[in-house]
């Protein structure tokens, strides 16, 4: 989310709340305070990232391949064919999973 996408929200619920609060200030100043701790959403390469993650952990024995595999199941049902993307657009992925790949 970009800081327009948070000023415009938080303008938004700010106006339909405005009632509650003394002043539009304050009730901006809540409503800012409210959108900016919602959860972020994650970029396309921290969401690789897990996916890569757990193939090396998977690979090196810290994980079970059935462990491996829900993780990646879990990946694809909230975020779609994203989580099998090709890494290669993400060169610090690439270099992770060379580093932690056995040889």
């Known amino acids: 989310m970009t800081k327009s996408e948070i000023f415009k929200s938080a303008h938004k619920l700010a106006k339909e709340t405005v009632s509650n609060f003394q002043t539009y200030r304050l009730a901006f100043s809540s409503a800012l305070k409210l959108v900016y701790s919602e959860p972020k959403e994650k970029t396309e390469e921290e969401i690789l990232f897990i996916w890569v993650k757990a193939s090396c952990d998977c690979a090196n024995g810290a994980i079970s391949s059935e462990e491996r595999t829900r993780i990646n199941s879990e ?11 090709n890494i290669k657009n993400y060169p610090s992925l690439v270099q992770y999973r060379k580093d932690n790949l056995p040889a």
């Open 75 to 85: 990946l694809r049902k909230k975020y779609g064919r994203l989580a099998t993307r």
